[in-house]
């Protein structure tokens, strides 16, 4: 096999410089540069346009809460049978992952979160939540009528996917973890990077915002139940207090971060809930705190966890109170810190420069907020950013998981054809190297 092992490596090494002297696949640098623009062009035409403002709407109208996204996966599926998109469904209670291209490698994915939150709208307009004491209050209904738009726009172009893109509606994003469940299901398998979009209410349309390496925290929840011994408010000698121990509780578990932590690595501890008594002159039984934490790796995270749970054992103790700790590893798991991939940084640099131009790529600082598109990206390189979205016509712009918070959907355009552009340029940029490396290696074993 010495002479097919030959024509292979000469192969080979003509690809890979081919690919990197000139552009990818016979496209010249100025045809890949306007690959963002044209999709930007489709996706703004008023039928597109309108077609996805009509889908925010009706799920604007229509919120969901996590795992409870029936009605929005079944218009999501409607819209991709209507454009002959296949895909599997259900994959983790309520989702759906579509696929385009030529149904083999290399893969590469784009992800909207469907879920909405617990929160009773306060923006009155005609299409205000028709569902009491829920609301699209973080713009999920924007993800996932941007990702259909990608859809169409990857669909009309799909001679243009070297590869396969799938196009991820995970469920239940706040809180839920429904990421972490997608990946159980297998939604990442044989998937080699994977991007993700979030509105911004105060970025300015036509503008993006990310970083490389840490953009977001990473983040746990707890709870603790610290009991001592009820009884008369005049008589302490006869009670345990439980409300001085959970005061103490609090004050040392401040000191986790302003003591223990490398100030140069951010981290917060925030005690948000603080439940027990009722009467004045009784002392009560147990008190309930609980709150969150946030670090920037996942060691910070780890240690922050094992020491919250030292600090209130500890110091429940020295009052003479017992506690419990509970972290809710089920149905809150912990969500790491997103990181994003440094090349796909580059890459999401180029696409956005072509189609906002450099001044409307922004770099940020990062955020203390999380997201669970943080699980992909600890599996597989993956790149998360900021799509400016603000409404010009308010004075102020609430942010996320406000009753007040709103968009302008003149942005769903730029979402649209960012992810169509990134899976489509990814695709055209780094697939060559990877069918000629494995024609050589069967060739080999
Ligand atoms: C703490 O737990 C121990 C062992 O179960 C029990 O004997 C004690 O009464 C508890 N103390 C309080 C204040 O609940
Ligand atoms: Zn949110
Ligand atoms: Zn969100």
């Known amino acids: 096999m010495g002479f097919s092992k030959g024509v292979f490596l000469i192969l080979y090494l003509f690809l890979f410089f081919f690919n990197h002297s000139f552009s990818s696949l016979g496209l010249s640098s100025k045809e890949l540069s306007e690959i963002p623009i044209n999709f930007l062009k489709f996706a703004k035409k008023s039928e597109v346009f309108d077609w996805m403002v009509g889908i925010r709407r009706k799920l604007h109208e229509n919120p969901e809460l996590g795992y409870e996204e029936f009605e929005t996966s079944k218009l999501i599926r409607e819209e991709l049978d209507k454009m002959g998109i296949s895909y599997k469904y259900p994959v983790a209670v309520t989702g759906v992952i579509g696929s385009i291209g030529s149904g083999k490698p290399p893969f590469v994915a784009i ?75 297998g939604a990442l398998e044989n998937v080699e990077a994977i991007f993700g979009l979030h509105v911004a209410s105060h970025v300015p349309l036509a503008e993006v915002e990310s970083r490389s390496g840490p953009l977001l925290a990473g983040s746990g929840f707890f709870e603790s139940v610290i009991s001592g011994k009820g009884g008369h408010a005049a008589i302490p000698q006869h009670s345990i207090d439980p409300i001085l121990a959970a005061s103490n509780v609090i004050v040392s578990l401040q000191h986790l971060v302003s003591r223990e932590a490398d100030p140069l690595d951010s981290q917060v501890v925030t005690v948000a809930k603080f439940q027990g008594g009722g009467a004045f002159n009784v002392i009560p039984d147990y008190v309930t705190i609980g709150g969150t934490f946030r670090a920037f790796s996942k060691e910070s995270l780890i240690q922050l966890k094992q020491r919250i749970e030292e600090v209130i054992m500890g110091q429940a103790a020295v009052q003479r109170c017992n506690a419990t700790v509970n972290f809710f590893s089920n149905e809150k798991p912990l969500f790491p810190p997103s990181v994003n991939d440094k090349d796909l940084h580059k890459l999401f640099q180029k696409v956005a420069g072509n189609m906002f131009g450099s001044d409307g790529v922004k770099d940020m600082q990062p955020l203390m907020g999380s997201e669970d598109f943080a699980f992909y990206q600890e599996v597989i390189p993956g790149y998360f950013f900021f799509l400016g979205m603000k409404d010009e016509t308010m004075k102020q712009n609430p942010l996320p998981h406000s009753p007040y918070f709103r968009l302008s959907e003149d942005g769903l355009p730029y979402g649209a054809a960012m992810h169509a552009s990134l899976v489509v340029r990814y695709l055209l940029e780094y697939q060559m190297e990877i069918p000629v490396v494995t024609v050589d290696s069967h060739d080999e074993l």
């Open 111 to 185: 992800r909207a979160d469907m879920d909405a939150l617990p929160i009773q709208e306060k923006v009155e307009w005609d299409h205000k939540s028709k569902n009491p004491g829920k609301m699209h209050a973080c713009g999920h209904d924007a993800h996932v009528a941007m990702l259909l738009g990608a859809a169409k726009i990857l669909q009309e172009n799909h001679k243009l996917i070297k590869g396969t893109v799938l196009l991820v509606f995970q469920p239940a994003e706040e809180g839920g973890g429904g990421a972490k469940k997608m990946i159980d299901a």
